[in-house]
């Protein structure tokens, strides 16, 4: 891990289904640590035998590039010598790809294998090295048959900055990059006074550098789940800029990860959650010559590799939840609006149709949808002023088509929406979605207030298991209900999975 703290690009990011993870997905292994402590060996005895490092365009890193890929061919994997050049020297990349899987839908693993000139790197980075090689080597050991396309890559001159994870995402064609669907990075996971931090994806500590992509708090979900099943408690570290998901979240892949600590000094707090040494670094010997073979904590490492084959099988091998029924309000598929003949709402109605942006104290009407060109929206128009078009005079109502659900589950319904209003709102105006079948559920209703509220997109979901066999509708409905306020609303993007 390099020492250098680069920002990450900010982006709007569309979300990714990147890791619903159904019953189906494939139990994970246990990973040998003796089998990644070899590993470890191995890169020690290169270390060695080159100068004492395996840094950036000495003969150490090409050798341990070598012996990566070497692993890799013999198990079955179709891999590549990825040159670049970087200070006048070259560098390489090891890619290896597990045949099979869907190629539009790529799970990347990573690590990088480069050290310090000062020395041979074991927990920097040779622990995150060994430990998706030997999770490379189990998934050719079981014929793992994936769900997703499995790809693996160990980055060179990750400590002069990044240069090849960098050289490898800005190299690939905007299809491909579209392709890679979320990317794993585990960068020292075995040092010897350890913390077990993962990679923030939603800031949901609230601190420092903020969330990754969308898609990244589902990946760092999964990996604490694994941390929980064991009894080890983890906290968020951010994407900061120090390691190899930095090339890709700045083009929007979500990403996740662990981290065991480098030069940080290990908490009092931390001591008592963790155990270990309070008052020292989580890694005294980061970036000097004494990162050898010696200076890992075997359980750390365990548990990491555990924790990488854990995420690995969780999100490769799940089963992509089936398309029940959607509507992203492309063409016209039949809802009805005013389905009850109630609704009193005088202008704003709604309607399908190409939303034109209308702004008072902020967006109200989005003019953007989250997909295609059109939404459901109360009143499409802009007109002179954000009054004109927007919903007045009581409730306007929608229903879908009629929807039959499967018997067998689980079902559930997901949507884009908003709700926005001026101050001059009321708890009286709302925004509220059922489904009725032979009952009926709210599964969102939000109430408006005495304060401003501009639009924004939001996606929910709710379980329709109560359905399941039954054939229901979704029924929107929106209300001005006090008085002379402003109130916009939008709906995209409704889909039924199983």
């Known amino acids: 891990m390099r020492s250098i703290i680069v920002a990450a690009t900010a982006l709007s ?38 100068g004492g490092n395996r840094a950036h365009g000495r003969p150490g890193y ?11 061919d013999a198990a079955g994997f179709t891999t590549t010598l990825q040159s670049f050049t970087y200070n006048g020297a070259t560098g390489y ?3 290896a790809d597990w045949p099979g899987g869907d190629p539009n839908d790529i799970l990347m693993v990573g690590a990088h294998l480069d050290s310090v000139t000062a020395g041979p790197g074991i927990n920097d980075n040779g622990s995150g090295s060994a430990s998706i090689l030997e999770t490379a080597l189990e998934v050719s050991r079981q014929a793992l048959q994936p769900a997703k396309h499995l790809r693996f890559a160990w980055w060179g001159a990750e400590e002069l900055g990044l240069r090849g994870s960098q050289f490898y995402v800005n190299n690939l064609p905007a299809a491909d990059r579209a392709r890679i669907k979320g990317y794993l990075n585990f960068d020292m996971v075995g040092s010897p006074n350890p913390g077990y931090f993962v990679y923030d994806g939603d800031n949901s500590d609230g601190t420092g ?9 589902e990946l760092e979900k999964v990996i604490q789940d694994y941390f929980t099943s064991i009894g080890v408690p983890t906290r968020g570290t951010d ?18 990860g662990t981290f065991t600590g480098a030069e940080g000094i290990k908490s009092s707090a931390q001591a008592t959650l963790w155990g270990g040494t309070a008052g020292q670094a989580f890694d005294a010997c980061y970036h000097r010559s004494c990162d050898t073979s010696s200076n890992i904590n075997d359980t750390a490492l365990d548990r990491n590799a555990d924790a990488i084959a854990y ?38 109605q709604w309607e399908r149709g190409d939303p034109e942006a209308t702004t008072s104290s902020g967006a109200k009407q989005l003019g953007t949808t989250v997909s ?65 079948g032979s009952t009926t559920t709210t599964v ?55």
């Open 93 to 95: 990349n090891v890619i």
């Open 311 to 348: 995420s690995v099988w969780t999100i490769a091998t799940a089963v992509p939840p089936v398309v029940v029924w959607q509507d992203t309000f492309e063409t016209a598929n039949g809802w009805t609006v005013n389905p009850s003949s109630t609704d009193t709402a005088t202008t704003g």
């Open 209 to 217: 550098s903020g969330p990754g992509p969308a898609g990244s708090a």
């Open 62 to 72: 090409l050798a341990s590039a070598n012996y990566v890929r070497g692993q890799l």
């Open 239 to 256: 994407f900061d800029g120090r390691s190899d998901y930095g090339p890709f979240i700045a083009v929007g892949i979500p990403a996740g």
């Open 372 to 436: 295609g060109t059109n939404d459901l929206v109360t009143g499409r128009l802009a007109g002179a002023s954000a009054g004109d078009y927007d919903l007045d005079g009581g409730v306007s109502s929608i229903q879908s088509p009629p929807i039959t659900l499967p018997s067998t589950g689980p079902l559930n319904l997901s949507f884009s929406w908003y709700l926005a209003h001026g101050s001059n709102a009321s708890s009286a105006d709302y925004f509220r979605v059922r489904v009725v």
């Open 13 to 50: 990011l569309a979300i990714t289904a990147l890791t619903a993870v159904p019953a189906q997905a494939a139990a994970a292994p246990d990973i040998s640590l003796t089998n990644v402590k070899a590993h470890l060996t191995q890169l020690q005895s290169i270390a060695t035998a080159n």
């Open 444 to 498: 969102l209703n939000q109430a408006g207030a005495a304060a401003n509220r501009n639009g924004a997109w939001t996606t929910a979901t709710a379980s329709l298991n109560a359905f399941a066999g039954q054939t229901v509708r979704i029924l929107i409905d929106a209300a001005d209900a006090s008085g002379a306020s402003l109130v916009e609303a939008g709906v995209d993007d409704v889909k039924i999975t199983r």
